[in-house]
């Protein structure tokens, strides 16, 4: 159980900075190339949603380095395509259960489910944000 919340809190770590990174300094330097609405919204909701599936991917990364260290699996042979499958709909809360960890690689889905959900609030404030500038 430590291996699993130390690999989770590292994840949550990683995936926090490159959101804020993305979201802040990459949007806020297209967002001053222009100042057309129209286009100035499109790159901050293209930006964070790309910034989504990077944190997917970080996390599916630590989900096959947690099942190599013996911390878990999944319920079902599962392939990376299945995990970064399963990370995306976590990340981003839909969370469809079709693919299941098992072991205290529960403990990430946990971890990785509350940090979509943080990461998709800041995504919104900043969409809003750039909308009413």
């Not at 930006?47 to 380095?65: D, E, H, M, N, R």
Request: glycine share 8%.
């Amino acid at each position: 159980m430590i291996v699993a919340l130390i690999i989770s809190i590292f994840t949550l770590l990683i995936g926090v900075f490159f959101h804020l990174l993305n979201i802040t300094w990459i949007a806020d330097r297209i967002k001053s190339q222009s100042e057309n609405l129209y286009i100035k919204t499109p790159a901050v909701v293209t930006i964070a949603i790309v910034s989504q599936i990077l944190i997917a991917g970080i996390f599916t990364l630590s989900y096959v380095i947690a099942m190599k260290l013996g911390v878990g699996g999944f319920g079902q042979p599962a392939t990376l395509t299945d995990i970064f499958y399963f990370s995306l709909t976590t990340i981003t809360t839909l969370g469809l259960g079709s693919v299941e960890p098992t072991g205290d690689l529960r403990m990430l889905a946990g971890i990785e489910s509350a940090t979509g959900f943080l990461l998709i609030s800041c995504s919104a404030q900043k969409v809003f944000r750039t909308i009413n500038e």
